[in-house]
T-cell receptor
Framework: GESVGLHLPTLSVQEGDNSIINCAYS??????FIWYKQESGKGPQFIID?????DKRQGQRVTVLLNKTVKHLSLQIAATQPGDSAVYFC?????????FGPGTRLSVLP | DTGVSQDPRHKITKRGQNVTFRCDPI?????LYWYRQTLGQGPEFLTY????????KSRLLSDRFSAERPKGSFSTLEIQRTEQGDSAMYLC???????????FGQGTRLTVV
């Protein structure tokens, strides 16, 4: 069936470096994507979104890139900080709800 | 705090007991979603409401699960005859009319012993 997945289950980066978290999706009809950040014991927190008619969107320290040709989504975090340590999920719209991938754990090393 | 509120935050229950969770969405958000999340996995869709109407239910939502949103504001999720496999984080999210961005609550962590 249609699904959203992630290439890397864990990612460790040095504080101050840039982080790139990747996501592959399989539903070519999806028209909206969101990146969520989830800290331990908390609900997912919205980071940034992008519609399928765009290929790039920037926020504060974060950038989302969408490549519809290969159905790939990425989240770039600039100057990664300890507070960025969390699990990151990409989600795509499927009907009226969101389909989440399994997540990537980002660990920021001092 | 005007975010999505869920109660309780934690629930421990014995197998076979019934449990009920409550979600208060962001005011004026007409769509409300329930998700279930197990350790190391992404949230899985259970059901969603538009106002008081339950418009979609996942195959994950067995007959032991029931959700309501009687006045189009808060929602409840009840699990009858709980099983150990029901142990998970139950998340609620809401969106406003015409928007796609979903805001999540902190979740209710259920442990069935």
């Amino acid at each position: 069936g249609e699904s959203v997945g992630l290439h890397l289950p864990t990612l460790s980066v040095q504080e101050g470096d840039n982080s790139i978290i990747n996501c592959a999706y399989s539903n070519s009809a999806s028209d909206y994507f969101i990146w969520y950040k989830q800290e331990s014991g908390k609900g997912p927190q919205f980071i940034i979104d992008i519609r399928s008619n765009m290929d790039k969107r920037q926020g504060q320290r974060v950038t989302v890139l969408l490549n519809k040709t290969v159905k790939h989504l990425s989240l770039q975090i600039a100057a990664t900080q300890p507070g960025d340590s969390a699990v990151y999920f990409c989600a795509e719209t499927y009907g009226q709800n969101f389909v989440f991938g399994p997540g990537t754990r980002l660990s920021v090393l001092p | 705090d005007t975010g999505v509120s869920q109660d309780p935050r934690h629930k421990i229950t014995k197998r076979g007991q019934n449990v009920t969770f409550r979600c208060d969405p962001i005011s004026e958000h007409n769509r409300l979603y329930w998700y279930r999340q197990t350790l190391g996995q992404g949230p899985e869709f259970l059901t969603y409401f538009q106002n008081e109407a339950q418009l979609e239910k996942s195959r994950l939502l067995s007959d032991r699960f029931s959700a309501e949103r009687p006045k189009g504001s808060f929602s409840t999720l009840e699990i009858q005859r709980t099983e150990q496999g029901d142990s998970a984080m139950y998340l609620c999210a809401s969106t406003e009319q015409g928007a796609l961005e979903a805001f999540f609550g902190q979740g209710t962590r259920l442990t069935v012993v």
